[in-house]
């Protein structure tokens, strides 16, 4: 068994698990080797028979603590519910599936201490920073600077910690039909509130397998690139640097379209996956029809051009 001489966990990892026990397991034991041991990790479980009830009290660490929805609420529904039941005073939102490395929350604390004004500690890859340098962005900044791709090429929200206070003022996670860019726009509007100290570095991954969301459900692609850009366009409404901030979000969106179809276009030939090759395809299409993505347009007839050639040279099935 294993606990901590502190009551009250200074940050929550909140988490949402639908009917992947084996997935739930390895990343529990993975955050389990902390080196810094205040935390609680909050398991909201989406499936009606509670597959994930057991693998939490086998593994009989009192910072892992389960709660049932009753029902599949739905991916971002389950992860709000998890930020409604942590108690600690920052919160980690993560999946069931993406590894956190063991000094994580030790140097996030670390630069918590130094300075504790911030409402979000990060460890993401600033362009122009030297490995582990950090960074403070200010509030009236943080959109402008952590959406744009050339600023900031790589962040994820497994990497962050977030005061939760200010998690709940931003009304937690972004519910607009899809879990697409809801992660970013709640890193974007909680940085925005109390600025953010970042270290250029990264304190997670993402893993793929054959169960990850992204290979399947492409309506919500369009409803993701749909529910973020309005939902940032209203955030931005009357702040100082809206017209920036409109950019770093298409910078985003494009980096998003691009790495996101062509990765998926040539798993699909490459798995002789015809239907879902069409289908994100399709879903390619809807997207660029979107008035701020017909910019888009040229370049990804001219990738996909090279797509082609390359499918012919390159590509083995």
């Known amino acids: 068994?294993?606990?901590?001489?502190?009551?009250?966990?200074?940050?929550?990892?909140?988490?949402?698990?639908?009917?992947?026990?084996?997935?739930?397991?390895?990343?529990?034991?993975?955050i389990g080797l902390q080196t810094f041991p205040n935390f609680e990790v909050i398991i909201s479980d989406n499936d009606p028979a509670q597959s994930a009830a057991s693998v939490v009290s086998e593994l009989s660490d009192s910072r892992f603590k389960y709660f049932s929805n009753g029902s599949n609420l739905g991916m971002i529904a389950s992860f709000n519910k998890s930020i409604e039941r942590a108690v600690g005073e920052y919160i980690v939102m993560i999946t069931d599936d993406d590894p956190v490395k063991e000094q994580f929350l030790s140097e996030l604390h670390e630069m918590h201490q130094g300075d504790p004004s911030f409402s979000l500690y990060a460890g993401f890859i600033r362009r122009d920073l030297k490995s582990d340098e950090l960074e403070i962005i200010p509030g009236e900044h943080f959109v402008k600077e952590i959406l744009d791709v050339k600023k900031t090429p790589w962040l994820?929200?497994?990497?962050?910690?977030?005061?939760?206070?200010?998690?709940?003022?931003?009304?937690?996670?972004?519910?607009?039909?899809?879990?697409?860019?809801?992660?970013?726009?709640?890193?974007?509007?909680?940085?925005?509130?109390?600025?953010?100290?970042?270290?250029?570095?990264?304190?997670?991954?993402?893993?793929?397998?054959?169960?990850?969301?992204?290979?399947?459900?492409?309506?919500?692609?369009?409803?993701?690139c749909q529910g973020f850009y309005n939902l940032m366009e209203r955030f931005g409404t009357g702040r100082t640097f809206q017209i920036e901030e409109r950019k770093a979000v298409l910078s985003h969106l494009g980096k998003w379209f691009f790495g996101c179809i062509f990765t998926l276009k040539k798993y699909f030939?490459?798995?002789?996956?015809?239907?879902?090759?069409?289908?994100?395809?399709?879903?390619?299409?809807?997207?660029?029809?979107?008035?701020?993505?017909?910019?888009?347009?040229?370049?990804?007839?001219?990738?996909?051009?090279?797509?082609?050639?390359?499918?012919?040279?390159?590509?083995?099935r």
Request: with cysteine; net charge positive; charged share 20%.
């Open 156 to 224: 994820l929200w497994s990497s962050c910690i977030m005061k939760k206070s200010v998690v709940m003022e931003v009304g937690k996670m972004p519910d607009y039909g899809s879990p697409h860019f809801a992660d970013q726009a709640l890193i974007a509007m909680v940085g925005s509130k109390g600025g953010g100290l970042i270290k250029n570095k990264m304190f997670s991954s993402l893993s793929s397998h054959e169960g990850n969301f992204s290979k399947s459900n492409f309506h919500t692609y369009v409803l993701g």
């Open 1 to 30: 068994m294993t606990d901590t001489t502190e009551t009250i966990p200074w940050v929550s990892f909140c988490m949402s698990t639908y009917q992947r026990p084996q997935f739930l397991q390895k990343q529990l034991q993975t």
């Open 269 to 316: 030939y490459l798995t002789s996956n015809v239907l879902q090759h069409e289908a994100i395809v399709a879903c390619a299409r809807e997207i660029l029809t979107l008035p701020y993505m017909r910019r888009f347009v040229p370049k990804y007839y001219a990738k996909s051009v090279i797509f082609e050639v390359k499918k012919r040279l390159f590509f083995k």
